[in-house]
């Protein structure tokens, strides 16, 4: 079993539409949830923490956290073009370290 | 605020050689540390310096790779020697302290070929 999953996708959405990506983690004692957004060629960047269940939102962007069933998802509404990119998901074990364990990323296309 | 560079951004070099890969992180910034992602897998955590120590190196391959962090700035990453296996692209991060609030910025990258 692979220690962070995520559909590799492409996920297409429509320009203004709900683009949901989802990621699962298999170590129970994971602490701190990070989504990067990544385009192609440039440096992963961090566009969401979650640490506790539930939701958090940030603008356009809700990451949603449910520890118990050790899933972590990633709503962007009213997607735009500009959101095309590879959505990365991030696990933390413990607080002491970023020794981040990544899913392989959704591709996100948001069609105009 | 500068970000996390990187040198150089690609590099190709045949089997058997050495190169030797720099990243400069953002200033004032103690943590750094070094991932990679080889073709068609995630991007793996190899090693955390605190300032000039190293914290963690528990995802380092294998003895051909030697991270150096003199000094407590820019730390270095060298391949020696290459195999083709080492294959991918190489990031470095940093971060001023660990958890909320603290963020983990990454550079670019350095995309490693061995032929």
């Known amino acids: 079993q692979k220690e962070v999953e995520q559909n590799s996708g492409p996920l297409s959405v429509p320009e203004g539409a709900i683009a949901s990506l989802n990621c699962t983690y298999s170590d129970r004692v994971s602490q701190s949830f990070f989504w990067y957004r990544q385009y192609s060629g440039k440096s992963p960047e961090l566009i969401m923490s979650?640490?506790?269940?539930g939701d958090k939102e940030d603008g356009r962007f809700t990451a949603q956290l449910n520890k118990a069933s050790q899933y972590v998802s990633l709503l962007i509404r009213d997607s735009q073009p500009s959101d095309s990119a590879t959505y990365l998901c991030?696990?933390?074990?413990?607080?002491?370290?970023?020794?981040?364990?990544f899913g392989k990323g959704t591709k996100l296309s948001v069609i105009p | 605020e500068a970000g996390v560079t990187q040198f150089p951004s690609h590099s190709v070099i045949e089997k058997g050689q050495t190169v030797t890969l720099r990243c400069d992180p953002i200033s004032g910034h103690d943590n750094l540390y070094w991932y990679r992602r080889v073709m068609g897998k995630e991007i793996k955590f190899l090693l955390h310096?605190?300032?000039?120590?190293?914290?963690?190196e528990s995802g380092m391959p294998n003895n051909r790779f030697l991270a150096e962090r003199t000094g407590g700035t820019y730390s270095t990453l060298k391949v020696q020697p290459a195999e083709l296996e080492d294959s991918g692209v190489y990031f470095c991060?940093?971060?001023?302290?660990?958890?909320?609030?603290?963020?983990?910025?990454f550079g670019n990258g350095t995309r490693l070929t061995v032929t």
């Open positions: 991060a940093s971060s001023r302290a660990q958890g909320a609030g603290s963020p983990l910025h």
């Open positions: 310096f605190v300032k000039e120590s190293k914290q963690d």
């Open positions: 991030a696990v933390n074990r413990g607080a002491g370290s970023y020794q981040l364990t």
């Open positions: 979650i640490y506790s269940n």
